[in-house]
T-cell receptor, first 116, second 112 residues
Framework: SAVISQKPSRDICQRGTSLTIQCQVD?????MFWYRQQPGQSLTLIAT?????????ESGFVIDKFPISRPNLTFSTLTVSNMSPEDSSIYLC?????????????FGPGTRLTVL | GENVEQHPSTLSVQEGDSAVIKCTYS??????FPWYKQELGKGPQLIID?????GEKKDQRIAVTLNKTAKHFSLHITETQPEDSAVYFC???????????FGSGTQLTVLP
């Protein structure tokens, strides 16, 4: 497995502002992903963070709203831009740490975002 | 794309009893099926997984069964304890898509 940390753990933000969430892994990993979990709901994949290239976004998510960076194999950021109350969610990063592809993902603790 | 349905949405059991959560998937190409436990205020924790070349897998009090023909898989927890209380998510993925599709979750409550 891998040890994953996220910053901040929670935040309360005003509408119209932006928040950048950091995800740090204790070892180099092949794949990193960002998910959204709306209150009381399941997990929805936002995008795959690709090292050295643009992220791959899922249907319904766009780069202007959720810009992602992945400068190296242990770190990624997700920015939630121009926030509205509908963006209030838990944002989770996950990693697939195994060099040999296994599709096994491990999750960070999440960032709990409230937009007023 | 893949669609995963999970039942029941809530489940209450007495301590010491067994709990079973069921999921069905739509894409016959799916070949990896993990289960996650999410406690309040925490991220999902992988508790067990199974691949399509195996019909059953056990890890102490937890087991997962897979029926590829019927396209469903189940989580079995025996001798439940209060600390098993959490939300459980099933998921499925295909080799080509390389992404997890999650079920809607089951809130398990173990009553002392």
């Amino acid at each position: 497995s891998a040890v994953i940390s996220q910053k901040p753990s929670r935040d309360i933000c005003q509408r119209g502002t932006s928040l950048t969430i950091q995800c740090q892994v204790d070892s180099q990993v092949t794949m990193m992903f960002w998910y959204r979990q709306q209150p009381g709901q399941s997990l929805t994949l936002i995008a795959t963070a690709n090292q050295g290239s643009e992220a791959t976004y899922e249907s319904g998510f766009v780069i202007d709203k959720f810009p992602i960076s992945r400068p190296n194999l242990t770190f990624s950021t997700l920015t939630v831009s121009n926030m509205s109350p509908e963006d209030s969610s838990i944002y989770l990063c996950s990693v697939e740490p195994d060099r040999a592809r296994t599709d096994t993902q491990y999750f960070g603790p999440g960032t709990r975002l409230t937009v007023l | 794309g893949e669609n995963v349905e999970q039942h029941p949405s809530t489940l209450s059991v007495q301590e010491g009893d067994s709990a079973v959560i069921k999921c069905t998937y739509s894409d016959s190409a799916s070949n990896y099926f993990p289960w996650y436990k999410q406690e309040l205020g925490k991220g999902p924790q992988l508790i067990i997984d199974i691949r399509s070349n195996v019909g059953e897998k056990k890890d102490q009090r937890i087991a997962v069964t897979l029926n590829k023909t019927a396209k469903h898989f189940s989580l079995h927890i025996t001798e439940t304890q209060p600390e098993d209380s959490a939300v459980y998510f099933c998921a499925a993925s295909t080799y080509s898509a390389r992404q997890l599709t999650f079920g809607s979750g089951t809130q398990l409550t173990v009553l002392p």
